[in-house]
């Protein structure tokens, strides 16, 4: 959790997401978490540009630290 200027989020780190229990554990913490600040998982994975999963958004690493978020 990060919070900046009033204004919170959660991020939760993965190298890879190689298959459907890691995808399960590293978005399903996020998942679990009832409100409606922004909520990212970052990995080294290829990702396709609008990849979300169950709300939460999936991004590269590069995207993440050039980003402004």
Same mark, same amino acid.
């Given at each position: 959790?990060?919070?900046?200027? &009033?204004?919170?989020?959660? *991020?939760?780190?993965? @190298?890879?997401? %190689?298959?459907?229990?890691?995808? /399960?554990?590293?978005? &399903?913490?996020?998942?679990? *978490?009832?409100?409606? @600040?922004?909520? %990212?998982?970052?990995?080294?994975? /290829?990702?396709?540009?609008?990849?979300?999963?169950?709300?939460?958004?999936?991004?590269?690493?590069?995207?993440?630290?050039?980003?402004?978020?």
């Amino acid at each position: 959790m990060a919070e900046k200027n &009033g204004e919170r989020l959660y *991020i939760q780190v993965s @190298y890879l997401l %190689y298959d459907k229990k890691t995808i /399960e554990r590293e978005f &399903g913490n996020l998942a679990e *978490i009832a409100d409606n @600040y922004p909520k %990212y998982v970052v990995s080294m994975d /290829e990702i396709k540009p609008t990849n979300t999963y169950k709300g939460i958004q999936h991004i590269h690493l590069r995207e993440f630290l050039l980003t402004d978020i």
